[in-house]
């Protein structure tokens, strides 16, 4: 398996911007489908988005569309989530997940079978 690590999370008021990475090592990266997840205290983990090992079909759950961006740099080994507009709503520790089997569009916790220690992001209103 892959091993994931995040960064990037923090504090950031509402409407303001974070980007999360995503390091991976211990197995080619490449072979991979990416998805990010969060979890909210007292809610159960939810789909973010997910990326496929090229990066060219990516999937997005509703209420983060066209403020999250996921993307992928796998000459670096290294996933992205680019968050702008943010929310209160957004707060949560954020998780990046590895697919091995690289299918597409993978939106449930599932079908990963690697994932990071996570990252808090905090968004104040």
């Known amino acids: 398996q892959v091993q994931l690590e995040e960064s990037g999370g923090g504090v950031v008021q509402a409407g303001g911007s974070l980007r999360l990475s995503c390091a991976a090592s211990?197995?080619?990266?490449?072979?991979?489908?990416l998805g990010w997840f969060r979890q909210a205290p007292g809610k159960d983990r939810e789909f973010v988005a997910a990326?496929?090992?090229?990066?060219?079909?990516?999937k997005y759950r509703d209420s983060v569309k066209g403020r999250f961006t996921i993307s992928r740099d796998n000459a670096k080994n290294t996933g992205y989530l680019q968050m702008n507009s943010l929310k209160p709503e957004d707060t949560a520790v954020y998780y990046c997940?590895?697919?091995?089997?690289?299918?597409?569009?993978?939106?449930?916790?599932?079908?990963?079978?690697?994932w990071g220690q996570g990252t808090q992001v905090t968004v104040s209103s």
């Open positions: 997940a590895a697919d091995h089997w690289a299918r597409l569009q993978a939106a449930t916790q599932y079908e990963y079978d690697s």
């Open positions: 211990g197995r080619t990266f490449t072979n991979y489908a």
């Open positions: 990326s496929s090992v090229s990066g060219g079909i990516t």
